[in-house]
Each structure stands twice: as structure tokens, then as C-alpha cells.
């Protein structure tokens, strides 16, 4: 099968960037990289209590995705989409199902509404398995809060082409690829050097929100099988 093109996206890098460190999954071999829902399952349960929450960012607004994992052939995969670039932030970019929180509304419950209207996901479908860690989004002021859901089976998907472009699933241990991943350090104006974190996987890059999410659920499987 012909290898998918890597679709371009405008990354603002800052003028002073640097090559970022090797991943704490490197050392894995293929075996343990195949990763199961099951695993995925029991290292978001057991994520430590107390994590700290996202920094405050003035005038931020709440929001959550669902990641939504399901198995296939006895390996997870994530599920990921593309935004249209009709929406009023992150254009073209690719995430995770999710939106902003209505008032009233639990985070997690909005993360379940925002999947089902998105990408037709139904809320009866997902056994919420935990919370990530929560993260701001300076840029665009949201403070993002990422849910854990398993699916029984491959779902039945129907993308509202107002907010998707694109729909795709990924292998968890495709992600752990040495040619997948790279880290980079980006010295930001007021915020010293950040770690930042990038996915190149189906034709597409994942960075910003997305990609910290995805290292973040990552770092906790991986050290579960240590």
C-alpha cells in the first residue's frame, strides 16, 4: 500500500528552538510497545490522585475531548480527526473529538455530547475510563480537560462535515515508532523552554493540545509495563 502523504500545516516554531530528548517508551521493545485496551484501561485507573491541574490562564474557557480508544486484532487503537478549517480556532488541525463545556454541563459530559455530535460517536457506546492530565491552551484560552473512553468495537462513524474534514484511527504502538515521534524544546517569550511534543503518523502531524495529550496517556501506559 503506497504510504499515506504527510499533509503540511503551518507550526510556529520560534526562533530559538532545539531538539528535545528521547521518549520514556524508547527503551520498549515491539512485544511490549502492543499495547491492549485492557492495559490502557488500568493505567488510566491507576493514574496517581492529585494531579495537578492546568495553569490559569485569565479568561479562560472550560473545555473536553473524549479519546476514544477501541481494540482491533488484540491492539488498541485511538481514534483522531481533522478539523475543518471553517472552525474559529485550530483550523486544520488534528484532535481529538471535543468542544467547548456548556454551562450546566460536567466536563466529561460535555467531552461525550461534543464526540456524538461531531463524529456520531452515541454517549451509551463509551465506558469513561478516566480523566488525563487537564492543560491550557494559551493561545486560544481554552483549559482542555481529556477523558479516556473505551468503545466495544470499531465504531460506526458519522463526521459533521461543518467541524470534521477528516477521521482517522491509529495503532497506540504506531505512535511509539522512532519515526513517529519527536520531542522539541521551544524557548517561549515570558515562559522559558517548553517541551514540545509531535506525532508525523497517517499523513498527518500532531502537535499543540493533541500531542501532549497523546504523550501524556503514552507515559502512563509505558510506565505501567514497566
Request: no cysteine; charged share 25%.
Amino acid at each position: 500500500m503506497t504510504p499515506a502523504r504527510r499533509r503540511e500545516q503551518h507550526i510556529p516554531r520560534p526562533p530559538r528552538y532545539r531538539a528535545g530528548g528521547e521518549p520514556p517508551w524508547s527503551t520498549l521493545d515491539n512485544g511490549a510497545r502492543a499495547v491492549t485496551v485492557d492495559q490502557i484501561r488500568k493505567a488510566v485507573e491507576a493514574a496517581p490522585p492529585g494531579r495537578p491541574p492546568a495553569p490559569t490562564v485569565p479568561g479562560a474557557q472550560a473545555a473536553a475531548v473524549l479519546v476514544p480508544v477501541f481494540e482491533e486484532h488484540g491492539v488498541a487503537r485511538l481514534l483522531l480527526t481533522r478539523r475543518s478549517t471553517n472552525l474559529p480556532s485550530h483550523q486544520g488541525q488534528v484532535a481529538f473529538p471535543g468542544g467547548k463545556v456548556h454551562d450546566g454541563e460536567t466536563a466529561e459530559a460535555g467531552a461525550l455530547r461534543e464526540a456524538h455530535e461531531e463524529v456520531g460517536i452515541r454517549p451509551e457506546d463509551v465506558d469513561v475510563v478516566g480523566a488525563l492530565e487537564e492543560l491550557a491552551t494559551v493561545a486560544s484560552q481554552f483549559v482542555l480537560a481529556p477523558f479516556v473512553g473505551v468503545l466495544p468495537q470499531r465504531p460506526v462513524l458519522i463526521p459533521n462535515p461543518a467541524e470534521v474534514a477528516r477521521v482517522f484511527d491509529v495503532a497506540v504502538a504506531e505512535l511509539m515508532d522512532a519515526d513517529v515521534y519527536h520531542e522539541e524544546r521551544w524557548d517561549l517569550p515570558g515562559m522559558g523552554e517548553r517541551p514540545m511534543h509531535f506525532f508525523d503518523v497517517a499523513g498527518e502531524t500532531v502537535w499543540g493540545a493533541t500531542a501532549r495529550i497523546l504523550h501524556d496517556l503514552l507515559v502512563l501506559v509505558t510506565g505501567s509495563l514497566r
